[in-house]
């Protein structure tokens, strides 16, 4: 069972924008604090980003200014949105619930920020 699916990657130039998407199932959406997550090559998997059930934001200190994380309950989606993106934010971006047990990780997209 699908449960986590992760969209909008792609290739940009440094300085460009991404808004990425993740569809959840409601069971996993509904009551939980959501986060997005990202993995670099030969590196651990970090939170770059989460979001409570309320609304409140957390980023890491390396995001913050530039991205933002929102959520649809109505649609059980969140979003990041990605500016004044670095080469060192490429990355597999996953997202799955924050400060809970995670769910099975979905497949990800690829984000990749060319010099």
């Known amino acids: 069972q699908v449960q986590l699916v992760e969209s909008g990657g792609g290739l940009v130039q440094a300085g460009g924008s991404l808004r990425l998407s993740c569809a959840a199932s409601?069971?996993?959406?509904?009551?939980?604090?959501m986060g997005w997550y990202r993995q670099a090559p030969g590196k651990q998997r970090e939170l770059v980003a989460g979001?409570?059930?309320?609304?409140?934001?957390n980023y890491a200190d390396s995001v913050k200014g530039r991205f933002t994380i929102s959520r649809d309950n109505a649609k059980n989606t969140v979003y990041l949105q990605m500016n004044s993106l670095k080469p060192e934010d490429t990355a597999v971006y996953y997202c799955n619930t924050w400060g809970q047990l995670h769910a099975a990780w979905g497949q990800g997209t690829q984000v990749t920020v060319s010099s």
């Open positions: 979001i409570t059930s309320g609304g409140s934001t």
């Open positions: 409601g069971s996993i959406f509904s009551s939980n604090h």
